[in-house]
């Protein structure tokens, strides 16, 4: 009788340990499942890798793809911000710097080893313009429908801004090299290899300037960066909110929930990338309207949802960090870097956008740096940048591919 004591005692043991992981785990998996709007889409997730697994209609495992990427995506920004919480402030502005569009990376990179260089590239065009004109035109419209005016730290904002030209002008010296160039059957094919070496060799100027820019932001200046609008009270309640979040959110269950979130991602995109030729071909969509317009909105639409309600907090300088921050992100590091791994996986890659694709570059830039350049915003300039965007998906829907030109 004596003898099995130990034994039942150990045997207790593990049960209480097992029971208090569980009831850990159920805890945590809550606080992700709270942590954004938009995770109530996680339905779609099984329905998504059902539909892919089983080869069923193409459009089906587009549409449960599409909408299951949109809450993994989320999951994956907000285990990304607990881990950065966890490394300090310098490292974690460094994991957000290079994990804030990893859903991005990983859809272009699938995208690219199947040889979508098309839907890479307007992808990437796609996210910069959702950003610049679509989340900056909500939170001008949303922060400011009951306010005269907003403001904002007009230095940061500016400074974003011109990085923003530098990368716009990285697009158009491709356009402007192959445009004024000799362009026939004889020398296409020159061309066209004098274009990729100028894409790798730009790209890689363009991220040593994004690593500049962290340096700049997390390093010497990072005063400039702090955010300088007063917070309400209504506002510190919701960081005290987050605090508590974050503190049930331990280094361990972050990192758990960023690998699973990630080879999710991974395998919904996947299914996704693989039936873009399909649903050209069925709806009549051109692929660079499936990249531009229909994709970024995966990537990014935690995000937005996030934007629009710090905007609506009065807190502008978080909302334009966010807006103008991504579309940093994507023009400086995402872009040349993906440019660079087709350089390695040996698929063309470039920076060359069509005339029409940089100039709506241009005047998109053109019209961000106009509207934040008094460091003040209002609803109605949110809706100029709405109206923006609007002409611009319009555009993209009736602009045919190149092959379909041909």
């Known amino acids: 009788m004596d003898s099995s004591a130990p034994l039942l005692s150990s045997t207790g043991a593990g049960i209480r340990r097992s029971s208090s992981a569980l009831v850990r785990c159920i805890e945590v998996s809550k606080v992700v499942f709270h942590s954004s709007p938009v995770n109530y889409l996680l339905v779609f997730v099984p329905l998504g890798l059902i539909f892919g697994y089983g080869q069923l209609s193409t459009t089906w495992v587009f549409v449960f793809n599409f909408m299951a990427i949109i809450p993994l995506a989320a999951i994956l920004a907000f285990a990304t911000e607990q881990l950065s919480e966890k490394a300090g402030s310098t490292l974690g502005g460094l994991l957000n710097a290079t994990l804030g569009n990893a859903v991005e990376l990983i859809v272009s990179i699938i995208a690219l080893k199947e040889g979508q260089i098309r839907i890479v590239q307007a992808s990437m065009l796609g996210s910069l313009l959702s950003n610049l004109l679509l ?23 500016q400074t974003m801004s011109s990085l923003l030209a530098i990368s716009s002008a990285s697009l158009l010296i491709p356009a402007a090299f192959k445009a004024t160039l000799p362009h026939d059957k004889g020398t296409s094919h020159l061309v066209d290899d004098k274009i990729l070496s100028l894409s790798r060799s730009t790209s890689i100027v363009l991220l040593v300037v994004y690593v500049l820019f962290l340096i700049f932001q997390l390093g010497s200046h990072r005063v400039m960066f702090e955010e300088q609008t007063e917070e309400t009270e209504e506002v510190l309640n919701i960081h005290q909110q987050h605090e508590q979040i974050s503190e049930s959110m331990s280094l361990r269950s972050s990192l758990i929930f960023l690998a699973i979130t990630t080879i999710l991602v991974s395998i919904c995109a996947d299914f996704l990338v693989g039936t873009i030729d399909d649903i050209v071909v ?30 609506m907090k009065d807190k502008m300088d978080l909302a334009l960090s966010v807006a103008i921050g991504s579309s940093l992100q994507i023009a400086l ?36 740096n106009y509207l934040i350049l008094d460091g003040e915003s209002n609803w109605m300039e949110g809706s100029m940048s709405l109206a923006m965007y609007a002409l611009v998906a319009l555009a993209f829907f009736y602009y045919p591919d190149e092959q379909a030109v041909n």
Request: aromatic share 14%; proline share 3%.
């Open 282 to 311: 069925s709806t009549g969509l051109s692929k660079t309207f499936i990249g531009l317009i229909v994709i970024p909105i995966v990537g990014n639409a935690a995000e937005h949802v996030t934007s629009v309600i710090v905007a």
């Open 333 to 368: 590091f995402v872009t040349p870097f993906m440019v660079l791994v087709g350089w390695a996986i040996d698929v063309p890659m470039t920076l060359n956008f069509s005339t029409f694709e940089t100039v709506i570059m241009l005047v998109s830039v053109f019209l961000s």
């Open 135 to 157: 989340v900056l035109g909500f939170c001008f419209l949303f922060g400011g429908y009951n306010r005269v005016q907003q403001k904002f730290n007009q230095t940061a904002a």
